[in-house]
């Protein structure tokens, strides 16, 4: 009496071709057909030619949920991010996502909207997932949130922000201190002369308040800090925000000499308005941005900003999750890759 492989028995009893059976096709190992369906580099072309022919054939699909209960971990990795409809996180999300790939890594993207509730049951439903890692925009979560990934014990690595110098537990991050970046932008308008040098905020989530921070230190280094000239709005950051918000602060107070905006987009529209109204710019008031966004080169006049690694920060955090997801990182380790002034016409 014969009896089948086991492969076809398998297969008969979930009704689809198993990996297995596609190595068998291939003539490759399971293994391999893991990876070169993974999309990992390591594999050669010419084998990851013949898994696909070989899977075509078959009309193999891979099925992530047994994999990840085999593994104890799928080959997602979770990252949440506030917003997709700002150029700075599709940035960040583009160069981290490519860089998964390239070592066989899916993204599970989940966008938070500046909620840390909703961050949080967004994280609680992609742990249901299993996710190798996580890549966390920002360090000030709810509570909630850092008790879910340390229950469960995926590895995970905060972007764009660090925390403060000598703070006793230090979580694994990649950024830039944003307090620092604000104070330079305002030191560098102060060195041009100007005294009364107006804060514009928006959208006032942690990243905008501590460039808040960073302008008024500074400013009160100086003897320059005037409560007045700090203009917030909670509303997202936008070109027409930014040039409502210009003409409103020049009417309120008409001896300011300069305005830092918080984002580009903001900064872009308030020269839009004063270019409308012929407002000399830098003559009657510098204006300055942040994060260096697509287009601020080419305003009328260019705009002074502060430039922001986004795609490195996105490229350096997944590469430590990476790191961290294959056990080859050792302690809690911060990455500041800095920031850059962008002196232009504008100041």
Known sequence: MTHSPPVQKSRRATGRVTLAEVALEAGVSPI????????????????????????????????????????????????LIPKLSNALFVDLLDAAQQTLRAAGYQALIGVTHYDTAQEEQLLREQLMHRPAGVLLTGLHSSPGTAALIARSQTPCVHLMDLPPEGQAEVPHCVGFRQIDAGAAITRHLLARGRRRIAFGGAQLDERVMQRLYGWRKALEEAGCYDPALEWLNPASSSLALGSDMFQQMLAAQ??????FFCNDDLAQGALMAALRQGVAVPGRVAVAGFNDLTGSDQMLPTLTTVRTPRAEIGRTAARLLLSLIRGEQEGPSQIDLGFELVVREST
């Not at 008409?254 to 305005?259: C, M, W």
């Open 254 to 259: 008409p001896d300011l000499d300069a305005i």
């Open 32 to 79: 391999t057909v893991s990876r070169a369906l993974r999309g990992e580099r390591a594999v050669a072309p010419e084998l990851v030619r013949l898994v696909n022919e070989a899977a075509d054939r078959l009309g193999y699909v891979p099925d992530p949920a047994a994999r990840a209960l085999a593994s104890q971990r799928s080959d997602h990795v979770a990252i």
